[in-house]
């Protein structure tokens, strides 16, 4: 292979692991501010379950405060049952204390419902505070994973940017040149091999004339498709 081609086939593998790592330490940021997301919205889940038992905490207190009231207003009015003096009296005083009651087996059937419901309640606020604390932990050691893996990409990244730059100082500058610009035009791809017969970049049959030029090593050559650069593996 002609020295210059494969000096630019080798920076072509350079370039793939660079774009690689590159790509690996650009999605890191992303991956941390998804787990960060993910653990802030678990948060508010488990705030707003503690928000519901306290509201309905204050609802069962309030009442109770109700109940009490009916209770008293029970007792006062049959304590004054004694001291009526007329059947009217005493009857629309026993409807009074009636309709108490009735009020007041309302509220305790409230309470009791309150009573289950904060059961409940609690019950969930304490599993997600629970599992809050370990995927608190678990965000934070994945968290100090990926940080550990952009550290270790990117010292990986400068020591391959190092070879590169070692490697393009050998290449002759049209060459590289005309490398560089197909390699942008075709996402990171400038040169490929003959494949039976074919282009291995755009998959088109390449003209037998065409794959001798190639094979003579003496220029660079490109598919007259995709304008690729062309070289060709010989078979051992």
């Known amino acids: 292979m002609n020295s210059n081609l494969e000096l630019l086939v080798n920076l072509q ?3 793939i692991n660079i774009d690689k790592i590159t790509k690996q330490i650009s999605d890191i940021p992303q991956e941390v501010s998804t787990l960060k997301e993910n653990f802030e919205q678990e948060t508010k889940h488990t705030e707003e379950l503690k ?4 509201t309905i905490q204050i609802d069962r207190k309030n009442k109770e405060i109700e109940l009490e009231t009916k209770e008293s207003a029970i007792k006062k009015h049959q ?16 409807n009074e204390i009636n309709t108490l009651k009735k009020d007041a087996s309302k509220i305790e059937d409230n309470i009791l419902e309150i009573m289950e419901l904060t059961e409940q309640l609690n019950h969930r ?10 995927d608190e932990q678990n965000m934070k050691d ?6 550990d893996t952009q550290e270790a990409l990117s010292a990986d ?12 100082v050998k290449i002759l500058p049209g060459a590289l040149s005309r490398y560089e610009k197909i390699r942008k035009k075709k996402k990171g791809t400038a040169i490929v091999k003959i494949k039976d017969n074919n282009c291995s970049g755009c998959n088109m049959k390449i003209t037998l004339d065409l794959i001798n030029e190639v094979r003579k090593n ?3 050559i490109c598919c007259e498709n995709c304008s690729r650069i062309l070289y060709w593996e010989e078979k051992e």
């Open 125 to 134: 606020f304490k599993e997600a505070r629970n599992n809050l604390k370990k």
């Open 218 to 220: 003496k220029e660079l």
């Open 13 to 15: 593998n350079i370039d």
């Open 79 to 94: 304590t004054e049952l004694y001291a009526v003096k007329t059947n009217k009296e005493y009857t629309s005083l026993q």
């Open 51 to 54: 928000g519901e038992l306290d």
């Open 142 to 147: 994945e968290i100090k994973e990926l940080e």
């Open 157 to 168: 990244l400068s020591g391959r940017q190092k070879q590169r730059d070692e490697l393009t």
